[in-house]
């Protein structure tokens, strides 16, 4: 029987993968990525890494769409990605450990649940 990844360690492979994934500046580019710029492209590196790993049972309709409007927006509207499931709470929490070892504040990630 296959054991599911502990938080900590799942968070251990995100931060990797952020952090060796996308560097300030691509080979293309004669023009150095801004900081906001780099750590979107942190962070949807994660959240990709993220849905492969655990993939999207528990996740609501209305959850994905409005994380990947949040990516669309290349990571700058205001976040309004509520989790209400256990499971959308687990990758949230995740998403936030993820961000933070990718160099960005624990407030960057789009998650927030108002009313």
């Known amino acids: 029987m296959r054991r599911p990844p502990t938080l900590a360690a799942f968070a251990a492979l995100l931060a990797f ?3 060796s994934g996308t ?4 080979a293309q580019d004669s ?4 900081w906001p710029e ?3 492209a942190r962070y949807k590196k994660a959240w990709s890494d993220a849905l492969a790993h655990r993939g999207t049972k528990g996740l ?3 959850f994905i769409e409005r994380h990947e409007a949040f990516l669309a927006s290349d990571c700058t509207t205001r976040g309004d990605v509520c989790p209400r499931s256990a499971e959308e709470l687990d990758l949230a929490n995740m998403m936030v450990v993820a961000a933070m070892n990718a160099g960005t ?5 789009p ?3 108002r009313k």
């Not at 023009?31 to 801004?34: A, D, E, H, I, L």
């Not at 504040?105 to 990630?109: K, R, V």
């Open 17 to 19: 993968t952020a952090a």
């Open 23 to 26: 560097a300030p500046v691509n």
């Open 31 to 34: 023009q150095p990525r801004s």
């Open 38 to 40: 780099v750590k979107c």
């Open 60 to 62: 609501s309709q209305e």
């Open 105 to 109: 504040a624990s407030t960057f990630p």
């Open 111 to 113: 998650f927030s649940c």
